[in-house]
């Protein structure tokens, strides 16, 4: 094996293996956080800023690790995001202070880096037609790893304690710069001054009527997922009363039902145009989580009635999700880069948002009812989004 470093572009595999490393840096420990409330003898609100604040930094780095890289090329942003991540995964384990872990948890939102510069790099290694292929590859990732993370984690918990996972969070890092190291050239040939242009672009896509339309929808979409992600550990352990395993199961739901709604809507879109696609996801996700809370409400509280209806999150956004990104990037084709950074803050942003209500909201007492009522009030949001790109697109309103 060549120990020098990586000259040619990356293998596929490696591509797969550092997005996958930033979806699971983000759910692994979710089945946690209730003991970990307990241990650091803080609220679960509190603790939720574990989740909260390091979405609000992904937001945040979305924005400027693509000009970076642009500017000083992939590899060396990403070996010095998981170089980040390794020494914020060290203070973490061997904190004894809630303030001091949440500081070391954000700065763990280096690692979002992997998931955003892997469609940079494959833009770069390849043409349109081949790199929707690798992307699409690359996406089964983002739909499995989130089933099967939190699952892993929780296990973990229950045999040795929430910090196991931030030791194998570690571990991760390690490997990850290994590979990184040997089997990822850079691949941005021409590395240029871009932070002035990309950001100059933002205040023409702010008076897109249509690029407001297709984001909120996105945003919305996104921000329920991590809504639940949030809010799910209390409603399972304290009004459900589930181990941290099953936690992690049923933390997958949604991950399942995304992975059905991708498949499903490659044989449905053949009968209905980008906005019709994503209305009828949103449609979908609406009805699964008004039908849940309506069961809650009569009563009917089990595992079931809260995480059969969440799956309907996943469902609708694999029906609709695709068909947001490609709107996005319709807007202004010659903007589509800043388009994709700008709003997959907003995505993210939102999303900490609503991770936020819910730590600061949800109760054991009413926890369930709560959970699934702020899911469905973010899924309207989408759905009236949907309506509006609709009708813009079928008006063929210039934007």
């Known amino acids: 094996m060549n120990f020098y470093a ?30 970990m409330a307990s241990e650091f003898n803080v609220s679960y609100s509190i603790m939720n800023i574990s989740v ?26 990403l070996l010095g995001s998981v170089a980040i991540f390794c020494l914020a995964t060290v203070g973490c384990i061997f904190s004894t202070n809630i303030w001091w872990f949440l500081v070391f948890r954000i700065l763990q939102g280096s690692m979002i880096s992997g998931a955003a510069l892997s469609r940079a790099i494959v833009r770069d290694m390849m043409d349109t037609k081949d790199a929707v292929k690798v992307l699409a590859v690359i996406a089964m990732a983002m739909a499995i790893v989130p089933m099967i993370a939190p699952m892993f984690g929780g296990f973990l ?12 969070y570690l571990i991760i890092g390690f490997c990850l710069l290994f590979l990184i190291w ?24 702010f008076k897109s009527r249509k690029f407001w339309g297709y984001s909120i929808c996105m945003s919305s979409s996104v921000a329920c997922f991590y809504g639940f992600l949030s809010g799910a550990p209390l409603v399972a352990t304290k009004v459900l009363e589930l181990p941290p395993s099953e936690l992690g199961l049923y933390i997958g739901s949604t991950s399942l039902g995304f992975f059905v709604g991708s498949f499903l809507s490659t044989k449905i879109n053949l009968y209905l145009n980008l906005t019709q696609m994503i209305l009828f ?22 595992t079931f009635t809260i995480f059969g209806s969440v799956i309907f999150i996943g469902l609708g956004n694999g029906f609709s999700l695709p068909g947001s990104h490609v709107g996005i990037m319709n807007v202004r084709s010659d903007l589509a880069g800043s388009a994709s ?14 991770a936020t209500l819910m730590g600061l909201i949800l109760t054991a007492v009413d926890g369930a009812y709560k959970f699934l009522l702020i899911l469905l009030i973010v899924k309207l949001i989408s759905l009236g989004a949907a309506i509006w790109v609709h009708m813009l697109e079928s008006k063929s309103i210039e934007t």
């Open 52 to 77: 909260a604040g390091y979405l609000a930094v992904t937001a945040i780095l979305q924005l400027i690790i693509g000009p970076l890289s642009d500017r000083f090329g992939r590899r060396i942003i």
């Open 6 to 35: 990586a000259k040619s572009d990356p293998h596929l595999i490696t591509l797969i293996i550092i997005t996958a490393a930033s979806i699971i840096s983000l759910n692994m420990f979710l089945p946690s956080l209730a003991h």
């Open 281 to 302: 996801g949103r449609i979908v996700a609406v009805i699964g989580i008004s039908s849940g809370l309506i069961l809650v409400l009569m009563g009917n509280i089990s």
């Open 182 to 205: 040997l089997d990822l050239g850079e691949t941005n040939t021409k590395q240029n001054e871009t932070f002035h242009k990309q950001f100059s672009s933002y205040p023409i896509l």
């Open 157 to 168: 918990d229950e045999l040795y304690g929430w910090r196991i996972n931030f030791w194998v």
């Open 341 to 354: 950074g700008l709003s997959g803050a907003m995505a993210v942003g939102f999303g900490a948002i609503v």
